[in-house]
């Protein structure tokens, strides 16, 4: 990923006002650019929700415009917006429509007239790509919410899209279900479509995002690696966020390295006592009894 590419969506929004008079989000430049992962983080109340609805349309900015791959989206193409960006919801019952999980996710095709064979086949795929296709003949609201979220994420896949939006793709999921849905989410990149989701999991940022953007107050704070925003305490209390976990065990243990994940603290903390033991071995490298 690159920010001198052009961007797949580049969204300007001067303010979007809910109907109550509410404003959800304001002065907002967002843009999404090809093989990408971008995490936006923030507080409750931050205007995260509002922004990533905003990418395919399904909200729309009272005062700004929302380009998709070079086009400008207005309501005589919000369709074409809804294909390229595809978007799984916090809730995912709100995306389960159909009698079987199979029809679920052949739904959208459905819409966009795709007959029912190549329906059925692509639906299919989309399931083996999260694999979820032991779920194709299950009620969907029977689901637990880790398959709910998979089987969100083939309904949007089945469509082809250059970019998937999550909206708290973890929220409510157990450790091993959360491991799940973060292993396709890397699948997903991994096919060359970008990813842009929110969290408050800043641990589950700092894994998979190669760039964080921190909301607070309806506005974009500030925009960077994992590395640049996490160890940015001001930045962070802003936005009333704690650092990930490794950040705050290398700053207790005292590394002068900067890891943001797990595992780059376990290499480093794994190096230095292997430099340790290394610095006790005679020099046959056998050990002394």
Do not use: W
């Not at 708290?168 to 096919?191: C, F, K, M, N, Y």
Request: aromatic share 4%; proline share 6%.
């Amino acid at each position: 990923m690159s920010l001198d590419e052009v961007p797949l969506v580049n969204l300007r929004c001067e303010a979007h006002t809910y109907p109550d008079g509410t404003v959800g989000i304001h002065d907002i430049e967002f843009s999404v650019y090809p093989d990408e992962v971008i995490a936006l983080v923030g507080g409750n109340g931050a205007g995260k929700s509002t922004l990533l609805e905003h990418l395919n349309a399904t909200l729309v900015p009272g005062d700004g415009e929302l380009v998709i791959d070079g086009t400008q989206i207005t309501e005589n193409n919000i369709s074409y917006a809804r294909e390229e960006v595809g978007i799984v919801f916090q809730d995912a019952d709100m995306q389960l429509v159909a009698p079987t999980v199979l029809d679920d996710v052949m739904f959208g095709l459905q819409n966009y007239g795709i007959p029912d064979d190549e329906s059925k086949q692509r639906a299919r795929e989309a399931l083996a790509i999260v694999d979820a296709g032991h779920l194709e003949d299950q009620i969907p609201h029977y689901l637990s919410g880790g398959e709910k979220r998979l089987v969100g994420i083939a309904g949007v896949l089945v469509l082809e899209p250059s970019v998937v939006v999550l909206d708290e793709p973890l929220a409510g999921l157990d450790p091993e279900r959360s491991r799940l849905v973060t292993d396709r989410i890397r699948q997903i990149h991994e096919r060359g479509i970008s990813v842009a989701f929110s969290t408050h999991d800043l641990d589950f940022a700092a894994t998979v995002a190669d760039r964080v953007c921190v909301m607070a107050d309806g506005t974009i704070v500030e925009c960077g690696t994992p590395r640049e925003v996490f160890y940015d305490d001001p930045l962070l209390a802003k936005a009333n966020l704690h650092p990930p976990s490794a950040v705050r065990v290398a700053r207790n243990a005292g590394l002068g390295a900067q890891p943001v994940t797990e595992a780059h603290l376990v290499a480093l903390l794994t190096g230095a006592c292997n430099s340790e033991t290394d610095q006790t071995l005679p020099p046959d490298g056998s050990e002394h009894v």
